[in-house]
């Protein structure tokens, strides 16, 4: 088989490729026509940012069993494309953590002591001790925003220095926080008390902005921040503002809201802070380490085997999915829906199957479960690969138990999530013929299908209830497809269940549990 590296990478990544037999060539700067050209004679090809695998390269590559690309993100390549064809697309998501976390730290001590600057004038001639005096790191409070890979090796280096750590993430229970040595606290928290501040989290609707003029004043005046993590999360006009006044002491950034920096950015006007060119993943090691995973992963799937970071196709064995196949959307739907319907951090998740299903290997279905449960809250790609290695990352214990008795249906499975607020769960079955149906909430017997948009309300049962959630429904413009109400004695709590034709605003939500009778309203969003 063969093996093309289109941009360069590490040599030892191609000599591991030749020491397991393979053809292993490197030709880099091609162009599109003519990587089509050539793509049909290789097996697997390598890329890092400056190839775009686009669908016509894809298409063209007849043999093609693999792409891998050396780093974490997968923007230039086409996903969709590459699905269709059958084409495996994996990724180096821990090839760069030991980079961005040193990096992280080398901005952060470069902040507390004004090492650029000092730098800077010195090499100009003139020798000022005056100007520059910085602070020590021992005994002061590192917020650490953000507990994955990178924010966990950050908090590790902050406790060696002698730092006491604090750290949000609403994904992470307060005993693992605790088993890492950091104490688990709410962003506000962070903000109102620690010295340093570090971010760790992707950018989202809910990560845009998050540090704006708002946060910035409630923050402690003279705290310190840094970020290494995406551009963005910042706004950067008021940490200017906020650097000016002084209620920012220092601050150090490596990503900006728009890369390359534009010359004229306020953010270059600035003497107490610290910028550096997307620099997070620039090390020897780093580009070594992305390499070799990349390549490990090609080799142990060209020989038959499965990729551990695969970003589109599950690596499942087909004879384990076969029997448990009709099964499978179910079990991602009720993944998907108790996890948007439960709040806090999860600790728990219970998969129970019961009836025929359970005489099958379930465990194909679990790890669906965890896919769909996982997919809402996480800023990365969650497939079939990785799911499990998450929950367990996340210190998510998982339990599976099965149970040839389904009570009123042939095959029944549950899905019991635990939170650091409270227990949630949902089961479900496949009626032959009619597909995928939701038939329990918390203990409350209903009737839905699972797809598209799900309003689930907890209310009391009493007279009414219905025609006043559909009125009020109606009167903001949402239409109703379907309707079931679950409940277990007359007068006491129920839950309604609402299938409807499009997404409902937080707004409508919160207006909607001021209703007398309503407590709690939920918008589950799942695939059509």
């Known amino acids: 088989m063969k093996i093309l590296a289109s941009d360069k990478i590490a040599e030892i990544g191609l000599k591991m490729l030749r020491d397991a037999g393979f053809e292993a060539d490197m030709k880099t700067g091609l162009l599109e026509e003519e990587l089509i050209k050539i793509i049909p004679e290789y097996d697997a090809l390598i890329v890092r940012s400056d190839t775009k695998v686009t669908p016509k390269i894809i298409e063209a590559g007849k043999?093609?069993?693999?792409?891998?690309?050396?780093?974490?993100?997968?923007?230039?390549?086409?996903?969709?494309?590459?699905?269709?064809?059958?084409?495996?697309?994996?990724?180096?998501?821990?090839?760069?953590?030991?980079?961005?976390a040193e990096h992280t730290w080398a901005m952060l001590l470069s902040m507390a002591r004004s090492i650029p600057q000092a730098h800077g004038k010195l090499k100009t001639g003139v020798w000022d001790k005056k100007s520059f005096k910085g602070v020590e790191v021992l005994n002061k409070t590192l917020g650490v925003v953000g507990l994955g890979k990178i924010g966990r090796r950050v908090a590790s280096y902050a406790l060696g220095m002698g730092m006491n750590v604090i750290a949000y993430d609403p994904f992470v229970t307060d005993d693992y926080a605790k088993s890492l040595g950091v104490e688990k606290k709410s962003v506000e928290e962070i903000f109102k008390t620690a010295d340093f501040i570090t971010f760790h989290i992707p950018k989202t609707k809910e990560t845009l902005n998050m540090v704006n003029a708002e946060s910035l004043a409630k923050m402690k005046k003279g705290v310190r921040i840094v970020n290494v993590a995406r551009g963005g999360i910042i706004n950067e006009n008021d940490l200017v503002a906020a650097l000016k006044s002084g209620q920012v002491a220092a601050a150090a950034?490596?990503?900006?809201?728009?890369?390359?920096?534009?010359?004229?950015?306020?953010?270059?006007?600035?003497?107490?802070?610290?910028?550096?060119?997307?620099?997070g993943a620039s090390t020897i090691e780093a580009q070594v380490n992305v390499a070799i995973d990349v390549v490990e992963q090609i080799i142990e799937v060209l020989k038959g085997g499965a990729a551990r970071s695969a970003v589109n196709i599950p690596s499942m064995k087909p004879e384990l999915i076969a029997p448990v196949k009709p099964f499978m959307s179910l079990a991602e739907k009720l993944g998907s829906i108790a996890s948007q319907i439960v709040t806090g951090a999860i600790s728990k998740v219970e998969v129970n199957y019961c009836g025929e299903v359970a005489e099958n290997n379930v465990s194909p279905l679990t790890t669906t479960v965890l896919k769909?449960?996982?997919?809402?809250?996480?800023?990365?790609?969650?497939?079939?690969?990785?799911?499990?290695?998450?929950?367990?990352?996340?210190?998510?214990?998982?339990?599976?138990?099965?149970?040839?008795?389904?009570?009123?249906?042939?095959?029944?499975?549950?899905?019991?999530?635990?939170?650091?607020?409270?227990?949630?769960?949902?089961?479900?079955?496949?009626?032959?013929?009619?597909?995928?149906?939701l038939v329990s909430i918390d203990g409350y017997r209903v009737d839905a299908v699972p797809v598209g948009y799900m309003l689930i309300l907890s209310n009391i049962d009493k007279p009414g209830m219905i025609g006043k959630v559909g009125t009020f429904l109606g009167e903001h413009k949402i239409n109703i497809a379907s309707m079931d109400v679950g409940r277990i004695k007359v007068g006491e709590k129920a839950v309604m269940v609402l299938s409807v034709d499009s997404a409902v605003s937080d707004d409508v939500l919160n207006k909607i549990t001021k209703l007398d009778g309503i407590s709690g309203a939920t918008l589950v969003t799942l695939t059509r």
């Not at 093609?64 to 269709?84: E, M, S």
């Not at 950034?253 to 620099?279: A, C, I, Q, R």
């Not at 079939?384 to 998450?390: E, H, Q, S």
């Open 372 to 437: 769909g449960l996982l997919a809402p809250i996480m800023d990365v790609t969650v497939n079939f690969v990785n799911a499990p290695l998450i929950a367990k990352e996340r210190g998510i214990e998982v339990v599976e138990t099965t149970s040839n008795e389904a009570r009123d249906f042939a095959s029944l499975i549950s899905v019991k999530v635990t939170s650091s607020k409270g227990q949630r769960e949902v089961g479900g079955t496949v009626f032959a013929g009619l597909g995928d149906r």
């Open 63 to 100: 043999n093609l069993k693999i792409i891998g690309r050396a780093g974490v993100g997968v923007d230039n390549v086409d996903l969709p494309t590459a699905t269709k064809n059958g084409v495996i697309v994996v990724n180096s998501p821990e090839g760069n953590t030991v980079a961005a």
């Open 253 to 279: 950034l490596d990503v900006f809201e728009k890369e390359p920096l534009p010359t004229d950015s306020p953010l270059l006007g600035v003497d107490n802070l610290v910028v550096t060119p997307h620099l």
